[in-house]
């Protein structure tokens, strides 16, 4: 391409995200200013449609910013978010799950006060006519092994169950991407394989992409495509899980010398 002639643009398009790309989202330079402290500081990030991704990071590192910018629950100070071919930078919240984005926040959100089926509802009306209801909410329930669990109020479910439901309430919005911050804190060992294998199928069956904070490396493990270390609101590393765990700065900022 003849880069003398100044009508002929050489940079690459912004964004590169789109029905041309299998990338379903992007963010470029950006930030998030609280007063004189940097959460988000400059972040270029990319994901893959279907690409299973953890952040991790010390405390304070700035990853429940990161999630909260792509939300639309913080407005970015600098800097722009690309998701599915579109500028979303200035989207509100409810846009942004309309048009696929699912969050499920750390502590369980669900409705205390309702039925499993309730709580399913509220979602499921957003995307599902009132006759498809009954078939959408059973196949959920079942996917997410809640079916006995139907008519129980939410409040009575166990930890896991209620995680369990969020989910399930996240996926019923048929999301693109879905983000999930720590959903397998305080959970045994046996919830936490269950989350882990239902994470990955959601990734690979249903092609969703998913961005989850961890800070359990072993978790991070079994269920990674790639891995994003945060730093001071910087992305500090980027690799394949082997690549992370070796790392011998990534050692010393944030798993600690012994593992
Ligand atoms: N609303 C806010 N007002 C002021 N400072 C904030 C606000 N939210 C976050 N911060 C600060 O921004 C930095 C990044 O916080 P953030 O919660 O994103 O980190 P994190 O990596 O998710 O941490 P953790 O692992 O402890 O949850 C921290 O120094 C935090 O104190």
Sequence with gaps: MATSDPTV???????????????????????KAFGGLTATDDVDFALEAGELRCLIG????GKSTFL??????????????????ADITGLPSHERVDRGISMKFQVPSVYEGLTVAGNLRIPLQRVVEPDAFDARTREILERFDLLAERETVAGELSHGQQQRLEIGMAMAMEPNLLLLDEPVAGL????????????????????VAVIVIEHDIDFVETIADRVTVLDGGSI?????????????????IYLGEDR
């Design 9 to 31: 643009k050489t940079a690459p398009a912004v964004d590169e995200t789109g029905p041309d790309s299998s990338r379903i989202l992007q963010t470029r330079g950006l930030r």
């Design 58 to 61: 010390p405390n304070g590192a």
């Design 68 to 85: 909260d910018l792509l939300t639309g629950r913080l407005e970015p100070t600098a800097g722009k978010i690309y998701y599915d071919g």
């Design 188 to 207: 045994s060992v046996e919830e936490t394989a269950d989350i882990a294998d239902l994470l990955r199928e959601i990734a690979d069956d249903d092609g």
């Design 236 to 252: 500090f590393r980027e690799g394949s899980i082997e690549e992370i765990r070796t790392d011998p700065e990534v050692k010393r």
